[in-house]
């Protein structure tokens, strides 16, 4: 499995994002598709999942801003940002989560102004 995490930048606050993850290999066992972050000096943390059956999952601090959703024939998955707070700003992942293993992918840049 194979992903490949895009749309980060620099955007205003209160502004918007779309970050895509586009997973490819076998994707049939997948679990979830998550969204994590990792803000300097700070732990990666979860943002958001998706589950295999589409039940999307969001942590409170993003809750009513952000949106998980997929597209299945193009096999990505998207976090939809808005509302983007200067706490936001982080390298976002996306992870595959797997009966057997994860896989995580690159990381995509998120800077937001204040």
């Known amino acids: 499995v194979q992903l490949q995490a895009s749309g980060g930048g620099l955007v205003q606050g209160g502004g918007s994002l779309t970050l895509s993850c586009a997973v490819s290999?076998?994707?049939?066992?997948?679990?979830?598709i998550g969204w994590y972050r990792q803000a300097p000096g700070n732990e990666r943390e979860l943002v958001g999942i998706?589950?295999?059956?589409?039940?999307?999952n969001l942590v409170h601090t993003v809750k009513g801003r952000f949106t998980i959703s997929r597209d299945d024939a193009k096999n990505t998955t998207y976090l939809q940002m808005n509302s983007l707070k200067f706490e936001d700003t982080a390298v976002y992942y996306c992870?595959?989560?797997?009966?057997?293993?994860?896989?995580w992918g690159q990381g995509t840049l998120v800077t937001v102004s204040s």
């Open positions: 992870k595959v989560e797997t009966m057997d293993r994860s896989y």
């Open positions: 290999g076998s994707t049939h066992n997948i679990h979830y």
């Open positions: 998706i589950m295999r059956g589409g039940t999307t």
